[in-house]
């Protein structure tokens, strides 16, 4: 008993030592995910109210991620040439001067260069923030850092949508705010004694032979992209099309990300007990559920509209955890790395389409428009799944990896996930190995 308390105290001096070595980074990230939460948000509610056309918001929504996944392909470029302080202080600087631009110029095309700049720069900011965590972690405390991350990370985003309600989205305030939090994420990162870890830029696996080793992967996390991206990005624009107003909308957002939040774990866990394909499948068939009912209006909107808002949420985010953990189901340790990486492109690209083509739905069919799109998009996938079943054996659960929980930040994530070790461990085992028949007589 005594040698278990003792390992139990060890345990957690550890967990302590842990977590304070990456504080000053966690609340860089937290900054900067609380400030592109409430500008999301806020930059739909006031492109409504600056009547913009409903396509052009969509473009101004769609410009973030065009612009994250060309700093996805190029920051590591930049980190390498002129390290990861520089490049943190330059994008930060960038991001929060593009935050205040959009008080100034308030315009479409302003608006899009601006929000493509913005996205450009999260892409850097996570991937500085990323990889200093990854040379943090150890095999010991990397589940923990992983996930204290992504706590962190979707809390903040959460609590963005809260701050919605600290000012009117007519006038600057909160583009000042927005401005000054991400100036702040600055400083933790700058003065952080944390070692800059060294940083090569992330290989990557060609589409087509991620296509050839699992297609639902490809399929699937293109639809998530598109599903996610949509909804994340249009969800203030169709809450305020509903008429509600700003605390409310700042209400319908923050529960949308807590939906996400919520429902991760217990999705990922079901997938752990069974092919994930059908996990996969179910949630995009709930996808087509809840958009019916919301698109056609079967329950009243006080309170369900919050209630499916929500639902949605909780169905939409999960997906590209659920479609990347299968399939890595399908990949050698050493595949994991790249397949993330292109995988995350290809969430980038459906999360360009999403807002452009939920845009175009709105301003087609008004409101209900973009659950009639999300309708149609989980169709669509949950057609694809399902028929890919029928092609394909399930992977023997016993032989899956567990579910881990991610989100779509940079490649350098898939580093920190707790399996990437096990490529480590591989080249390791192999490297001892080579020693062992060099040094025999």
């Given at each position: ?86 490049t943190f202080s330059a994008f930060a600087s960038t991001a929060s ?286 057609l694809f799944t399902f028929y890919r079943m029928t092609r394909r ?49």
């Amino acid at each position: 008993m005594c040698h278990d308390f003792t390992e139990a105290k060890q345990t957690i001096m550890t967990l302590r030592a842990t977590l304070i070595g990456i504080a000053a980074l966690l609340l860089g990230a937290g900054a900067l995910n609380l400030g592109m939460g409430l500008q999301a948000s806020l930059l739909g509610v006031r492109a409504g109210i600056e009547d913009f056309p409903t396509l052009l918001i969509g473009l101004v929504m769609s410009a973030y991620y065009a612009g994250f996944v060309a700093g996805s392909i190029y920051a590591p470029k930049v980190v390498a040439r002129v390290g990861h302080i520089r490049t943190f202080s330059a994008f930060a600087s960038t991001a929060s001067a593009a935050a205040i631009c959009h008080a100034v110029f308030v315009d479409p095309i302003s608006w899009i260069v601006f929000r493509a700049m913005t996205g450009f720069c999260m892409a850097a900011l996570c991937l500085v923030t990323e990889s200093w965590l990854n040379a943090r972690a150890t095999n010991v405390n990397r589940g923990t850092v992983i996930s204290v991350y992504f706590v962190v990370t979707l809390s903040a985003t959460a609590g963005g949508q809260t701050a919605l309600m600290l000012a009117p989205p007519s006038g600057y305030n909160l583009f000042v705010f927005v401005s000054v939090i991400i100036s702040m994420a600055l400083v933790p990162i700058a003065l952080t004694s944390t070692p800059s870890p060294a940083l090569s830029p992330p290989s990557r696996m060609g589409i087509k032979q991620l296509y050839g080793t699992s297609p639902v992967g490809v399929v699937g996390c293109l639809f998530a992209g598109i599903i996610s991206g949509g909804y994340w990005s249009l969800g203030a624009v169709f809450a305020q099309a509903k008429g509600l107003p700003a605390d409310q909308i700042a209400v319908f957002m923050t529960l949308l990300v807590t939906g996400g939040v919520i429902t991760q774990w217990p999705l990922g866990r079901l997938s752990d007990l069974m092919d994930r394909r059908i996990v996969v499948g179910f949630v995009a068939l709930l996808v087509v559920v809840t958009g019916i009912v919301v698109s056609l209006g079967l329950l009243p909107d006080d309170p369900w509209l919050y209630v499916m808002g929500a639902a949605m949420g909780g169905l939409a985010l999960p997906l590209y955890g659920l479609v990347l953990a299968h399939t890595n189901d399908h990949l050698e340790p050493e595949d994991f790395v790249p397949a993330g990486a292109t995988m995350l492109v290809l969430y980038g690209i459906g999360a360009v389409i999403g807002p452009l083509a939920g845009t175009a739905a709105m301003g087609a069919l008004g409101p209900a428009g973009l659950f009639m799109f999300l309708t149609l998009m989980g169709a669509l996938l949950a057609l694809f799944t399902f028929y890919r079943m029928t092609r394909r054996a399930g992977v023997d659960m016993e032989e899956a990896d567990d579910f881990v929980m991610v989100t779509n930040t940079t490649a350098m994530a898939y580093e920190l996930d707790p399996r990437s070790e096990e490529e480590d461990e591989a080249a390791h085992n192999s490297d001892e190995d080579a020693v062992q028949i060099a040094d025999r007589p």
